[in-house]
Nanobody, 124 residues
Framework: QVQLIESGGRVVQAGGSLRLSCAAS????????MGWFRQAPGKEREFVAA????????YYEDYVEGRFTISRDNAKNTLYLQMNSLKPEDTAVYYC?????????????????WGQGTQVTVSS
């Protein structure tokens, strides 16, 4: 089992940057595909980015590619999301998630474990 705790969310002005972190417990973090999802009020949860177990493969949704970077440090059991050039439409609760199978990285029901979320608010 994996427990996930996100941090780093806060209020930031448009054009600014944030780095989210997701600390994982458990010895098997390095075996999971990890993902970031977000959910804005009144909207469905949506895929943001994912990374393979060893960091060799990364995937991004179109609306964040080139602005966001997902990375992981398996020695520290930590997942990151560097967010640059933030826009008001990036405002949402951001969740990290762990997927044991790694088959459908963009599909939130495929993920086995979830954090509690961290709020990111981008002011215009």
């Amino acid at each position: 089992q994996v427990q996930l705790i996100e941090s780093g969310g806060r209020v930031v002005q448009a054009g600014g940057s944030l780095r989210l972190s997701c600390a994982a417990s458990g010895r098997t973090f390095s075996s999971y595909t990890m993902g970031w999802f977000r959910q804005a009020p009144g909207k469905e949860r949506e895929f943001v980015a994912a990374i393979s177990w060893n960091g060799g493969l990364t995937y991004y949704e179109d609306y964040v590619e080139g602005r966001f970077t997902i990375s992981r440090d398996n020695a520290k059991n930590t997942l990151y999301l560097q967010m640059n050039s933030l826009k008001p439409e990036d405002t949402a609760v951001y969740y990290c998630a762990a997927d044991a199978a790694g088959a459908s990285y963009y599909d939130w029901p495929s993920y086995d474990y979830w954090g509690q979320g961290t709020q990111v608010t981008v002011s215009s």
